[in-house]
């Protein structure tokens, strides 16, 4: 901990006295380097963690170049990647963790177009005249001739308490003998039921974005606004972490690691499910 | 515009070690290309600082929004948000401007920081690419009668789009890199 410090008090340093190279016009205010520390993109979160930009961020270093992927840039730059004035992350797991990424056998790195990272958006949209909070969960995939970002999950609420499947004795079901009568007793199901998901089988899952979907296409679902962002990392193995947008006063701001777990076996799996249903 | 052409294309021919056919951009091109959108951001820095200025005419402030405009792709728009609230407000690049011009202060001051972030550029579905250059903006307004005082200062994330062209010079086709601006997020922030 006391290496990162110092290494974090080298950082702040060298980027304090930076020349400025501006906008170019009279009177450019000079960055005191707050500015310059702050991890201001997720671009420059990806290449700080990686090792492959100057600590000024003004270089950005290719294979071949001397320092990309530098461990001793790494080590630098990922010690200030945490949110170290909220988080709880003790000093061991994250010295576990970098041990883990700057392994000399089996170094790891993030890689922007690979799958294993999510993003998280909680947006406002207005839905039958009411203001509901939507929150989407997003991933990169290849298309065409490029990369695009895509829903893969929608959570809202007001369809989250459509489907209640009722359980045990209070559970309605068509019996094993319905077939004999024609299953003219159906009507129960889509007539007199209020849980029609009741008769639905024990695997069945809603597809909420599909009727997210629909509903837009109704003219239910009108997008309002944005309302923030994080991203669900996996890509680093046997480790998932968290990173957020810290806008505050100081040096330790922009997209930081905010919550950093060891998994152990299954792990992963129930975190997606809650990343993914939100239980 | 024929100047941001010209200018790049002395960059381009002096940076032709890279195939013409070849779409990758190599790290030397994509310096050349940084350059080129720096100075659109440059420009929109100066727009900026003269449709805010009160010194400004209204019939000069006018021009420069057209000229600010053109910087811009077809229906990009500024998404402004506060300390006080995370919600995006969405505004046209038009309107935004109309609105800076329109603030009701008696002395208007824009100023930028020696700093700015310049993002990798990633291949969209449509064989465009598309980055993000960050910079940060100081602003200070005085309301002389009430003796108001307002200052915050925004970090703006500018989208950039990066399209390979091709013009006729002399009979001859020549391809070049052409980049425009898209959305803008601002976001005040705390410093």
């Known amino acids: 901990m006391r290496e990162s410090i110092l290494i974090f008090a080298f950082f702040i340093t060298t980027i304090s006295s930076v020349s400025g190279q501006g906008l170019g016009s009279p009177g450019t205010l000079q960055d005191d380097g707050r500015f310059a520390a702050s991890t201001k993109q997720m671009n420059q979160f990806f290449r700080r963690f990686n090792g492959e930009e100057s600590i000024d961020g003004t270089s950005r270093f290719y294979p071949g170049d001397s320092l990309y992927q530098n461990e001793n840039l790494r080590k630098g730059f990922v010690s200030i990647l945490f949110d170290n004035q909220t988080s709880s992350i003790s000093s061991s797991l994250k010295s576990e963790f970098l041990s883990t990424l700057l392994s000399p056998n089996y170094p790891q790195y993030l ?4 799958p294993g990272w999510l993003a998280e958006v909680d947006a406002v949209f207005l839905y039958k005249g009411k203001r509901e909070n939507v929150t989407f969960i997003m991933k990169i995939q ?30 309605d079901f068509l019996h094993p003998l319905s077939h004999e009568l024609g299953f003219m007793n159906m009507r129960r199901a889509f007539q007199d039921s209020e849980s029609p998901e009741s008769f639905t089988p024990t695997t069945y899952n809603p597809d909420y974005l599909a009727i997210f979907l629909y509903e837009m296409k109704q003219n239910n679902l009108k997008f309002e606004t944005v309302l923030g962002l994080k991203f669900h990392f996996f890509q680093i193995g046997g480790w998932y972490f968290e990173v957020n947008q810290f806008n505050r006063p100081g040096y330790n701001t922009g997209w930081l690691i905010s919550n950093l777990m060891r998994l152990g076996p299954g792990d992963k799996e129930t975190l997606m499910r809650y990343i993914y249903d939100q239980d | 515009m024929k100047n941001y052409i010209v200018f790049f294309l002395v960059i381009f021919l002096a940076t032709t070690s890279v195939a013409f056919s070849q779409d990758n951009i190599s790290p030397k091109r994509k310096q050349a290309i940084d350059s080129l959108a720096l100075e659109k951001v440059k420009d929109l820095s100066k727009y900026i600082s003269i449709i805010g200025n009160k010194e400004t005419q209204f019939s000069e402030a006018n021009r420069v929004m057209d000229r600010a405009e053109e910087l811009f792709a077809t229906g990009a728009e500024m998404g402004v948000s506060s300390i006080n609230t995370n919600e995006i407000a969405y505004y ?8 800076l011009m329109a603030l009701n202060y008696d002395k208007v001051n824009i100023t930028w920081y020696d700093i700015q972030y310049v993002s990798d550029l990633e291949r969209q579905p449509d064989g465009r690419y598309v980055g993000v250059i960050t910079v940060y903006q100081r602003f200070e307004g005085t309301s002389i009668e009430t003796g108001m005082n307002y200052k915050d200062t925004t970090k703006k994330d500018i989208t950039i789009y990066v399209e390979k062209k091709q013009t006729q010079i002399a009979g001859r086709t020549i391809e070049f890199w052409d980049v425009m601006l898209g959305d803008v997020r601002v976001t005040e922030t705390s410093a």
């Open chain 1, 111 to 114: 890689v922007f177009q690979k």
């Open chain 1, 142 to 171: 290849p298309e065409g001739l490029g990369y695009e970002w895509v829903i893969d999950q929608v959570i809202f609420a007001p369809f989250k308490n459509l489907f209640n499947k009722p359980t045990g004795a209070s559970k």
């Open chain 2, 92 to 99: 046209k690049v038009r309107r935004y401007f109309e609105r």
